[in-house]
């Protein structure tokens, strides 16, 4: 009976603390976020594969920098309500049990769990932003939508280049120190517009490039950058593909 219970215990720990996040310190200079971005947006997952994502919140002081039409209102706390549509078999937990940061404070929330279903689900962050209105709590709803996560079949994913027009892969390694591969692929030979921006939207890096048909590379020096979070994006005249790079020295 001892050891079942100790085993029990082991097991219960072992679960909960995979399951439950540690907000990540490098958003701690930010005024305000949610990461990833939709621009970023989630990983896709696969049917009978386990999933783990973390998003990490860093909660504002002045209610305009989530709506401007707040702007010098003050924000007491915010509450994560629900994350709708999940695909069947995912949930998700806080750093809390009430999923509630006070303002200035960093919080995350991990999505888990193992795919059941295949689809596209456009997932929807459903907020309470508590603020005071005349010294009296008030409270604002408030839903940071735009996401999506693509749940497909368990195996290899097959690019047919026949029908795929751009797209991109994730940077490898990532975070990168040094050096980064970046991959994308095309059917044909065009101009492509490869561009790094910071979280503020400003360019730090911009590239033309010819590329070929099939898979490209392009190697990227980030030993200069600034340590951070940057978005990579390429573009042609009608499309355009971007995620997420971390840079850690």
Known sequence: MKNLIILTSILFSVLFSYSQCTPDSIYADSTFGVWPTPTTN??????????????????PRDAGAIDSAAAGTYIDSIVLTSITNLPPGLSYECDNLLCSWRYDSLGCASLSGTPTTNGTYQISLDATVWTQLFFTPFPIPYSFDGYVINIGNTGINIINIDESNLELQNAIPNPSNEMTNIKFTTNKSESISFQITNLLGETVYLDNIISKRGVNDIILNTSSFSEGIYIYSISNKTTKSSKRLVVNH
């Open 42 to 59: 989630f990983p896709p997952g696969e049917i009978g594969v386990q999933y783990y994502e973390i998003v990490n919140f860093k909660v």
